[in-house]
Structure formats: C-alpha cells, structure tokens
C-alpha cells in the first residue's frame, strides 16, 4: 500500500528518478521550456520552483545548495544570474503546463512545461 507516499514513482528506482529530474530541470533552464510526458512535468514543477526559490535567495549557499541538484555550471550561473531576478517580485508559480495531447507512438500523454514570463 503507498500510504502518505508522496510524488510518482514513474517506473523507476529512487537513483534513477532523482538523476531523471535534475535532467529534466537541468533541461528547463537552459531551453526555457520542455516537452515531456504529464506525469515527468508534474513531479518537476514543484522541484523546478523549489531551484528557483533558492535562486532568489542568491547568497552562496543557496547556490552550493543548487550546484548538489544541477551539476552542469553553465545552467547554475545561468538559474542564479538571468532566471532568479526576474522572478523577484513573485512569490511563487514560476512554471507553467500545458498538455499536448498524446503521443503518436505509445499514446503517452505529453505536456509542456516552461517558465513563465
């Protein structure tokens, strides 16, 4: 029984669906959007927003705290340098879904997730 289990399992194990979701946030800040399965972009939203609250905080550990999550430099200095201002005055909803429909090959429900502007 999954009670008070939280979030998906999306068919994977614990290493496997953590390394799939710092991919997937990794991703969204460098191209600003993403088209993936609804169930992917569901679990990310709220790990996206949780990157980009501590972006705001922009003090150094905040961003040591970010470097754990998204290894590539480039996207850190990115998060922290171009995606966090802009975000100042907002308290929160960062991200946006958008369902797609489904996929041809496997009829996998498929959604968009990008950063609101």
């Given at each position: 029984?999954?009670h008070?289990?939280?979030?998906?399992q999306?068919?994977r194990?614990?290493s496997?669906?953590?390394?799939?979701?710092?991919?997937?946030?990794?991703?969204?800040?460098?191209?600003?959007?993403?088209?993936?399965?609804?169930?992917?972009?569901?679990?990310?939203?709220?790990?996206?927003?949780?990157?980009?609250?501590?972006?705001?905080?922009?003090?150094?550990?905040?961003?040591?705290?970010?470097?754990?999550?998204?290894?590539?430099?480039?996207?850190?200095?990115?998060?922290?340098?171009?995606?966090?201002?802009?975000?100042?005055?907002?308290?929160?909803?960062?991200?946006?879904?958008l369902?797609?429909?489904?996929?041809?090959?496997?009829?996998?429900?498929?959604?968009?997730?990008?950063?609101v502007?």
């Amino acid at each position: 029984m999954r009670h008070r289990m939280k979030g998906r399992q999306l068919s994977r194990t614990r290493s496997h669906r953590k390394a799939t979701l710092r991919n997937l946030a990794t991703s969204l800040f460098r191209h600003g959007r993403i088209e993936t399965t609804t169930a992917k972009a569901k679990e990310l939203r709220p790990f996206a927003e949780r990157l980009i609250t501590l972006a705001r905080r922009g003090d150094l550990h905040s961003r040591r705290l970010a470097a754990t999550k998204i290894s590539d430099r480039e996207v850190l200095g990115r998060l922290f340098d171009d995606i966090a201002p802009r975000y100042a005055e907002r308290p929160g909803g960062y991200t946006r879904v958008l369902k797609l429909g489904n996929r041809k090959g496997d009829a996998a429900e498929m959604s968009l997730i990008e950063l609101v502007s």
